[in-house]
């Protein structure tokens, strides 16, 4: 089973900042099968990155995606105060099992 | 528009068996590339997938917890239900059914782009 380690666990910024949210694979993932999620507080999952880099529907073009193997990032150019949640990443490419989410990065004021 | 939404009980006693189900609209279940998966979330913590079923009833489990979990798709009624059998304060989480996301070109790729709102279960006496 590939286990995904996300860092930091949770991250302290300002509106307007840079936030770069890592997520580290314990094996290759296959075909850089990757996605990111948004949560806010008793809300649903919001998928914002799939296949590691391309952006999901009507996702803001300051999320952006990149990485490849093991490592992966999820940057946010210029915070909004909407953007402050916790952030998962989630691995399709394996096959037994199919997907592993990672433990999650909370991005706080 | 596609929506789902996950029913059941709110409260269960140990060592029953949970029964959830998701009902979808504005997609058919059966639909050519159609997936739908379970996934929890403890109160406070990570989200955690337990199991899937393709448009064809191609299933997949967590295999951690496969022993207890079963995932059923009822086409007719444009439904999935998924069952936990032998529930433990441990199963206490909110339950999310989620759409694949349309479009994957590889089979295997699973992903989900619409959510249920969830539904919160606890297991206690």
């Known amino acids: 089973e590939i286990v995904l380690t996300q860092s930091p666990g949770s991250l302290s910024l300002s509106p307007g900042d840079r936030a770069t949210l890592s997520c580290r694979a314990s094996?290759?993932?296959?075909?850089?099968?990757l996605a990111w999620y948004q949560q806010k507080p008793g809300q649903t999952p919001r998928l914002l990155i799939y296949?590691?880099?391309n952006r999901a529907t009507d996702i803001p073009a300051r999320f952006s995606g990149s990485g490849s193997g093991t490592d992966f990032t999820l940057t946010i150019s210029a915070l909004e105060p909407e953007d402050f949640a916790v952030y998962y990443c989630?691995?399709?490419?394996?096959?037994?099992?199919?997907?592993?989410f990672g433990p999650g990065t909370r991005v706080e004021i | 528009q596609i929506t789902l939404k996950e029913s059941g009980p709110a409260l269960i006693k140990p060592t029953q068996t949970l029964t959830l189900t998701c009902s979808l609209s504005?997609?058919?279940?059966?639909?050519?590339?159609?997936?739908v998966g379970w996934i929890r979330q403890p109160p406070g913590k990570a989200l955690e997938w337990l199991a899937f079923?393709?448009?064809?009833?191609?299933?997949r489990y967590d295999l951690s917890l496969m022993s207890r979990l079963r995932i059923a798709m009822d086409a007719p009624k444009n439904q999935v239900v998924l069952t936990v059998t032998n529930v433990d304060p441990a199963d206490t989480a909110t339950y999310f059914c989620?759409?694949?996301?349309?479009?994957?070109?590889?089979?295997?790729?699973?992903?989900?782009?619409?959510w249920g709102p969830g539904i919160l279960v606890t297991v206690s006496s």
């Open positions: 989630q691995q399709y490419g394996s096959t037994l099992p199919p997907m592993t």
């Open positions: 296949h590691a880099s």
């Open positions: 079923v393709y448009f064809n009833d191609d299933k």
């Open positions: 094996q290759s993932v296959s075909n850089n099968y």
């Open positions: 989620a759409r694949r996301a349309g479009g994957i070109k590889s089979y295997g790729a699973i992903y989900f782009d619409f």
């Open positions: 504005g997609v058919s279940v059966d639909s050519y590339d159609m997936g």
